[in-house]
């Protein structure tokens, strides 16, 4: 299984891909780290982002998926960190969600 998580900004700065990058290495995935540079991803995003957004995960079918928390539930329920019981997963994401939106970005 293998993936193409694209990332923007570049290092040191973690954007919203992190959450997605550590799941699929916590969870022992396999994917490649694409981090397309910041002065280089405007001309780059039409050629395979769905929105022409960062970050965007490739599947190995060629499906290109975008949406950061999408992406992040989709690889929590490949390797089961996001817990199968709707109230327990609801709880899980919401947490994401709050420190997504409140605490990186108060």
């Known amino acids: 299984?293998?993936?193409?998580?694209?990332?923007?900004?570049?290092?040191?700065?973690?954007?919203?891909?992190?959450?997605?990058?550590?799941?699929?290495?916590?969870?022992?995935?396999p994917f490649t780290d694409e981090v397309i540079p910041f002065e280089t991803w405007k001309t780059s995003k039409p050629l395979a982002s769905p929105w022409g957004q960062l970050p965007y995960l490739t599947l190995p079918s060629g499906e290109v998926f975008g949406q950061s928390h999408a992406m992040l539930n989709y690889v929590g329920r490949l390797t089961s960190?996001?817990?199968?019981?709707?109230?327990?997963?609801?709880?899980?994401?919401?947490?994401v969600q709050y420190i997504d939106q409140d605490v990186r970005f108060p």
Do not use: D, H
């Not at 923007?8 to 997605?20: C, L, N, R, T």
């Not at 960190?81 to 947490?95: G, I, N, V």
């Open 1 to 29: 299984f293998s993936n193409n998580v694209s990332l923007q900004p570049p290092p040191p700065v973690q954007g919203p891909a992190e959450a997605i990058r550590l799941a699929l290495t916590i969870g022992k995935i």
């Open 81 to 95: 960190l996001l817990p199968p019981s709707p109230l327990e997963a609801l709880t899980c994401e919401s947490f």
